[in-house]
């Protein structure tokens, strides 16, 4: 079986981390009998520097060509770097903005999980660390607050700005599913958050996340106002399994998810569209600040390859595989300088990658 995967190196320590997460797919090719087949496109500041622009058509085309992308981070120093001088339609995000729009990526995934090897990063108290949590954020990425109608005025002297959040009820049925069929490769479990007390939009993605709910008798589905989760996140993060929100509670609450696990170099991210194709990236950005030091943690971009096994190729088993073998390399005392802590040993970028790759 061959893997068509388009790889987006990018900026600062992205070439680093995507160099490692490549060598380990190879590894769990090797083992699970699949051959991922990489072309790499430039995007972001690598792209400004060859092109003029942060992504070409051409690299688009060669994106939508294959059946997933694995990018490293884009960007670089937002004070220093000259890309930072140019018009903002032209600088290193906007390449990412349009890959995600051109690709139709609507949900995004970003799990968020204690490792016990790394329960001292976590700031929460230690009777509440000490269950572990392993979440999935599942977030609606292009619709609602964000993307609805805007403006400001000035009304009688007064200034008056205003949002819109919007949702219509397939935008909200194609992120329900994705979150039950995820759910399903899970433990079962959807927490849908919303803020059904007060907005018309959260009654309506109520509504329709119950509608869908009927076709996956096997998951339980409850309902939070998204306050209360915002609490429970830090209070008993164990009883969640996929939170499943829409956008602008979706980004606050998946940092949220994030931060409790203390540990940046470790999360990783995925981008869906309603087939199989995915975009999975760390949810870091590009460390400009240790770029080219082969001392990077290349763990969130290899976890984020392990989920695009997962949902891009059904390749549960060998997405494990990566997944225990991350585990036993942290259990065994391997950490890079970001997760350093006393009586571990600290390796390279490039060592981890291989450590890693060596256990699947
Ligand atoms: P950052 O995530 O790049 O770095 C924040 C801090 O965390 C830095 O000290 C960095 O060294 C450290 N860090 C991040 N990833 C690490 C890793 N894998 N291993 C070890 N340490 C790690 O955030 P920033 O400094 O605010 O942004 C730098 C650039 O990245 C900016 O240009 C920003 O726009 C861009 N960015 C890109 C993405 C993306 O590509 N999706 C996401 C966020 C930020």
Redesign the pocket.
């Known amino acids: 079986m061959n893997l068509n995967i388009t790889c987006i190196p ?1 900026d ?2 992205g070439p680093e ?1 995507v160099a490692e997460a490549k060598k380990v797919l190879e590894r769990a090719g090797e083992k699970y009998g699949f051959h991922p087949a990489f072309t790499d496109i430039l995007m ?1 500041g690598a792209s400004i520097d060859v092109h003029g622009i942060p992504l070409t058509e051409e690299a688009i085309t060669t994106a939508r060509a294959a059946d997933a992308v694995l ?1 490293g ?6 004070t220093t770097s000259p890309w930072y001088k140019l018009p903002p339609e032209k600088r ?2 906007a390449g ?1 903005l349009k890959i995600r729009k051109e690709l139709k990526l609507f949900a995004n995934l970003r799990p968020a999980l204690l490792y016990e090897e790394l329960a001292a990063a976590c700031p929460l108290k230690e009777e509440i660390s000490a269950a572990g949590f392993d979440i999935m954020i599942m977030r609606e990425l292009t619709g609602g607050l964000y993307f609805g109608e805007r403006k400001t005025v000035v009304e009688d002297g007064v200034r008056k700005a205003t949002d819109t959040l919007t949702y219509d009820e397939n935008e909200i049925r194609r992120i329900a599913i994705k979150g039950f069929e995820i759910a399903m490769k899970r433990k079962k479990k959807v927490t849908s958050v919303d803020k059904a007390n007060v907005l018309d939009s959260s009654r309506l993605w109520r509504k329709v996340v119950e509608e869908v709910a009927e076709s996956y008798p096997e998951v339980t589905l409850e309902h939070m106002l998204v306050d209360n989760c915002a609490m429970q996140l830090v209070k008993n993060p164990a009883q969640f399994d996929v939170i499943l929100t829409e956008n602008m509670f979706g980004d606050i609450l998946s940092d949220e998810a994030s931060m409790v696990t203390g540990s ?2 470790m999360l990783a991210s995925a981008s869906l569209n309603d087939t199989k194709f995915g975009l999975y ?10 770029a080219g030091k082969n ?4 763990i ?1 971009t290899i976890l984020s390859a392990a989920m695009m096994l997962r949902f891009s190729f059904d390749l549960d088993e060998a997405a494990g595989a990566v997944e225990a073998a991350v585990k036993k390399v942290l259990s065994e005392g391997y950490r ?3 997760i350093m802590s006393a009586g571990c040993k600290q390796v390279s970028c490039s060592e981890m990658g291989s450590l890693i790759a060596e256990r699947i």
């Open positions: 990018g600062g320590i981390i972001g990018m981070s884009i960007g670089g120093d937002t290193p995000e990412l940046i170099g990236e760390p949810s870091h950005g590009s460390a400009p600040d240790i001392i990077a943690n290349p969130a890079t300088g970001d």
